[in-house]
């Protein structure tokens, strides 16, 4: 799911249902938010360790992307 800033969404995700983010999460998913040292890095870091049916937490998804080449 991507959502439009602005949508509802929250920079403290500590509950993406009180977020509106993506509600509630069915049995056996859990929600994860890579924090730090910095999103990008801590993501890059933890990749590895994302179980099946992680929904991942990217707020501000600009972070995460590389240089822009024209």
């Not at 800033?5 to 983010?21: I, N, R, V, W």
């Not at 509630?24 to 040292?37: E, K, V």
Request: aromatic share 6%; glycine share 12%; proline share 10%.
């Amino acid at each position: 799911m991507v959502q439009e800033p602005g949508d509802g969404g929250a920079d403290d995700a500590g509950d993406a249902t009180a977020q509106g983010g993506c509600g509630a999460l069915p049995d056996g998913w859990q929600l994860w938010r890579p924090l730090t040292p910095t999103a990008p890095e801590a993501a890059l870091a933890q990749l590895h360790d994302i179980a099946p049916k992680t929904v991942v937490w990217l707020n501000e998804t600009q972070q995460y992307r590389g240089p822009v080449t024209r």
